[in-house]
Nanobody
Framework: QVQLVESGGDLVQPGGSLRLSCAAS????????MSWYRQAPGKQRELVAAFTRIGFTNYADSVKGRFTISRDNAKNTVYLQMNSLKPEDTAVYYC??????????WGQGTQVTVSS
């Protein structure tokens, strides 16, 4: 059974930092592309950061220089370090996996709220 379990979401003040984690199981994590998406109220889900199967990373322009995606294949976990948070970063953040067989999986999401 495939599971993606996000954690680390919280209420944080503008300028603060958070680290999201996504623990994966039930598929071959090391050969899968892993990504973080987010969805704000009334908006479409958007890609925030991605870690490709061959080790490249991609970021949305809005988070470049502030967010960092990383992965630990030994722990089957992908992380999203978020610094210099802004109110517009408020959203539900989702972990996504795209396996070598092109199967797509989503986590349940974790809420990040940036507010003073």
């Amino acid at each position: 059974q495939v599971q993606l379990v996000e954690s680390g979401g919280d209420l944080v003040q503008p300028g603060g930092s958070l680290r999201l984690s996504c623990a994966a199981s039930g598929f071959t994590f090391s050969s899968s592309a892993m990504s973080w998406y987010r969805q704000a109220p009334g908006k479409q889900r958007e890609l925030v950061a991605a870690f490709t199967r061959i080790g490249f990373t991609n970021y949305a322009d809005s988070v470049k220089g502030r967010f960092t995606i990383s992965r630990d294949n030994a722990k089957n976990t992908v992380y999203l370090q978020m610094n210099s948070l802004k109110p517009e970063d408020t959203a539900v953040y989702y972990c996504h996996a795209n396996t070598l067989r092109q199967l797509s999986y989503w986590g349940q999401g974790t809420q990040v709220t940036v507010s003073s």
